[in-house]
């Protein structure tokens, strides 16, 4: 009976899925590694402000933004491996640049050269996952990118813990260092991934932005995950220094809060998705924001009231919580954007969705970074709201929806 019940959990993908996230999975440990501890790193270990910190996570994806579009282009006429590949390259040399972060003026420029890269790394690598998954599986191999990059994320995240130090700044180049290494060891996995074919047709060189911007259903998921992305993952990125300083929590416990949420989303999402198809897309999206508004409340409360151990407890409950609202976000948001977007203009709404992202995490960090510094308690309340008010959306969206794409397939 247990070995049919996680046969049952088979996401039925492809060999090539799998090998792309071989390399998913590399690019995610590095990931982990750092992002835990940036905001620590610019504000405990080179003294930049926490307002001005907040804005260099926000320059990293306002640059993405400005990039996006253009990647969105080429993943369109030129695929999505050949793209990707060339994103790795440049978020590689981003994030081994703050290695030199002394003043905030270079902090702003290696968070710039990365999100040029990180703006071209999305579109890309979501297109040639969809190019090289049947649509039916779509949303099982978004899935299995999200268990696989979280499972990454959670061991970096304990990794990086170890060998953070705030009082020795060499412990940081070693974890952007590790981070650079795993963004180039993606870049040679993907020699194994082939290349989807691309669209040939005439019609497909015509392809243009205002031709995805004349969707309207589209340009309203796009703009739901704005919302999700800034009352939601960036106060993730937040959380870390918040804990620090508010509740006295240890760089180690970080990691450790950052790696349970990790594997509670590595257990739960492939069940998850499983109890999903056949069922509301966007009712499962409005649960998340409820879960969401749960945990930060959580948040919160271990900052306003704990310290210490019991923080940690509290802190690591609501990472848990978090993780398993993120299980409805992982195989929904990617494979709708994929069944809306036309082949030939594929990499374009990528592109745009990629943008909702960053817009959100431009948002996000630059307001929580100065609400932060302001009214560190008065943050998380604010974003429950905010994620509240998204899962409104998610409901009202559901109806302008096309009848076949409302329900998750099963």
């Not at 910190?53 to 990039?67: E, Q």
């Not at 030199?100 to 890309?124: E, K, M, N, Q, Y």
């Not at 998340?288 to 940690?312: D, E, N, P």
Request: charged content about 10%; glycine content about 12%; proline content about 6%.
């Amino acid at each position: 009976m247990l070995w049919q019940g996680l046969r049952s959990l088979d996401p039925r993908l492809p060999r090539t899925v799998w090998t792309m996230e071989v390399g998913g999975f590399l690019n995610a440990f590095g990931n982990g590694i750092v992002f835990p501890f940036l905001l620590i790193y610019l504000h405990n270990v080179r003294g930049i402000g926490l307002g001005t910190a907040g804005l260099v996570l926000a320059t990293n994806n306002a640059a993405g933004l400005v990039s996006t579009p253009l990647a969105g282009s080429l993943v369109d006429r030129i695929g999505g491996r050949a793209t990707l590949s060339g994103a790795l390259v440049v978020q590689a040399a981003g994030f081994a640049s703050f290695s030199f972060v002394h003043r905030p003026w270079t902090a702003f420029l290696a968070a710039a050269i990365a999100g040029v890269g990180d703006g071209g790394f999305w579109p890309s690598q979501s297109t040639l996952l969809a190019g090289l998954t049947p649509p039916p599986r779509r949303h099982a191999a978004y899935a299995l990118q999200r268990v696989t990059r979280n499972f990454g994320i959670g061991i970096g995240g304990v990794l990086g813990g170890l060998i953070a130090i705030t009082s020795q700044p060499t412990t940081f180049t070693v974890l952007f260092s590790i981070d650079a290494v795993t963004f180039l060891a993606f870049a040679v996995v993907l020699i194994f991934v082939p290349e989807p074919e691309l669209d040939v047709e005439p019609d497909a060189v015509r392809g243009r932005y205002i031709d995805v911007l004349r969707d309207r259903v589209f340009l309203g998921v796009v703009g739901l995950n704005v919302l999700f992305v800034t009352g939601g993952y960036a106060m993730l990125e937040l959380m870390p220094v918040f804990a620090k300083n508010e509740a006295g929590i240890s760089e180690r416990a970080i990691g450790l809060i950052f790696f349970l949420n990790t594997i509670a989303i590595v257990l739960a999402q492939l069940p998850l998705v499983k109890l999903l198809e056949g069922r509301r897309r966007m009712l499962g999206l409005a649960l998340m924001t409820v879960i969401w508004a749960v945990a930060l409340l959580l948040i919160g409360a271990a900052g306003a009231w704990l310290r210490g151990g019991a923080a940690v407890a509290l802190l690591c409950l609501a990472a848990v919580v978090f993780g398993l609202g993120e299980c409805f976000h992982g195989p929904t948001q990617g494979a709708l954007v994929a069944d809306l977007a036309p082949p030939r203009l594929r990499g374009r709404y990528m592109a745009l969705s990629t943008s909702s992202w960053g817009l959100g995490f431009v948002i996000g960090p630059a307001v929580g970074g100065a609400v932060l510094g302001a009214a560190p308690l008065a943050l998380w309340p604010a974003a429950a709201a905010l994620c509240l008010v998204a899962g409104v959306g998610s409901l009202a969206l559901e109806r302008r929806l096309p009848r076949e794409l409302r329900l998750t397939p099963a």
